[in-house]
């Protein structure tokens, strides 16, 4: 198992603002991280499911709002970056609109796509969770986020430890969440506030797998 990532929290902050710029469709993107190296590289990834048609949705249920698929070029290119500078992916991070940043049925099946086993079975997976208090004129807000590993022992994908050291986030795979990480409003290990998008903060196209 791959030891400890860090999240550097500017890097957290760009996270969180696109999780907000995309809601109510979900964002994704990836973490790639240097052999030698403790902090990851953010990479926004474009949900190109958020590019589908009404007549597209009508035929299936695979949709921005529930789901993420990575653009095909961008992976592709990400993946080029990564074998060029002998980096690797280190995990990805999703949103879930409306909903709790569990690790649901469908993001397991979208990290399993060829067989039993994850694609990436060592990557940490952050999961954030959108909503807007008061419905559809609320202002949308990270209300909680969690992150996962695979397990080889119970062949699922369960809860790590999330936790605020200084300017960084530490995602520690080997160690179990503190009870009160997954609970209130964004907390993480003690740490409680409110993300909210800047409103200078314009809706660009920033933004893996068909997931969530």
Known sequence: MRGALAIRQPDLAVIRAHALREYPCECCGVFTQAPDELCVTVHPCTNILSRRGAAERERGPCDARTAYLIDPRELARLLAFVEATGRVVAGFYHSHADAAPSFSPADRQGAMLFGDEPDYPEAVHLVLSVRAPGGARGRPCVAAQRAFRWSQRSAEFVPVSLRAR???VVVDPAACPARTAC??????????????IPRWQSKSASPCRCAS
């Open 183 to 196: 609970h209130g409003v964004d907390r993480v290990e003690g740490q409680q506030r409110m993300a909210r």
């Open 166 to 168: 200084g300017r960084l």
